[in-house]
């Protein structure tokens, strides 16, 4: 049979995965901190007895745009962002160093500082833990200060600091549970004391949805040309039988 049916059906299927690829940033868009993942495809050889234009197509994600979001406003004290370049340190489910825009942070019951998804912020030594408090302030630097219970409104005591990155975008890679890290690391990242936040923010999603949205519509084109091109095959292959036939 003519390999145009398999190019064909590929296209198709690699077609499909792209538009996943499209579908999840559309779906993230509202997500705070979220980088949208790029989408490309290209042409691989088909090997065998075949002719030299026809190639198969696969779809790929090449990397991730780290272009910063903007800083939406919410008031509250323990909602942070970084302000320009970096990135907030945090402790993924693997006990591995990872990194974050954004949090809506939170005190657990054991005084735990952790993101909203539950992951714990890292500090100078480690996970930051909070005594009890009346009031908390996070400084431009990441500086945690909590007024304690019964203290006077003017008396802050300095807990710990949020451990702030900056490392090269270049070696910085989305992992399959959405959070970032540098690529081949075995040590963590030196806090950079460059880096700037600000409290009483979130950063929103990179996504841009008229992007997205044109790029879903292309690709659902390019799928229906697929499978006219699936269907053209059978004819073809119908039409050589039947000439068999009469041979």
């Known amino acids: 049979m003519d390999k145009m049916l398999y190019i064909a059906m590929t296209g198709a299927s690699q077609n499909t995965l792209a538009q996943r690829a499209h579908a999840n940033n559309l779906a993230n868009i509202s997500t705070s901190g979220f980088r949208r993942d790029f989408e490309q495809a290209r ?30 406003e919410t008031g509250r004290d323990l909602d942070v962002a970084v302000e320009g370049q970096g990135w907030i340190a945090v402790q993924a489910a693997d006990g591995s160093e990872a990194y974050v825009r954004t949090a809506s942070l939170q005190i657990d019951a054991l005084g735990q500082l952790r993101t909203s998804a539950g992951l714990p912020v890292l500090g100078n030594a480690g996970p930051i833990l909070v005594p009890p408090e009346e009031k908390v302030e996070i400084g431009q ?49 030196d806090a ?25 519509l292309s690709l659902a084109r390019q799928f229906e040309l697929h499978v006219k091109m699936m269907r053209t095959a059978e004819d073809n292959a119908a039409a050589m039988a039947r000439v068999m036939q009469l041979s």
């Open 141 to 189: 630097d990441g500086t945690l200060s909590i007024r304690a219970l019964g203290e006077a409104p003017n008396v802050l005591a300095e807990v710990d600091r949020i451990k702030l990155v900056n490392p090269d975008p270049k070696q910085l890679e989305k992992g399959v549970d959405g959070l970032i890290r540098v690529k081949g690391a075995t040590q963590p990242q």
């Open 43 to 72: 042409s691989m050889p088909v090997f065998g007895e075949s002719l030299p234009a026809r190639a198969y197509a696969m779809s790929e994600r090449p990397g991730t745009d780290f272009t910063p979001g903007s800083l939406q």
């Open 192 to 216: 950079d004391a460059n880096v700037r936040m600000v409290s009483g923010f979130v950063e929103s999603s990179n996504v841009n949805a008229v992007d997205e949205m044109t790029s879903m």
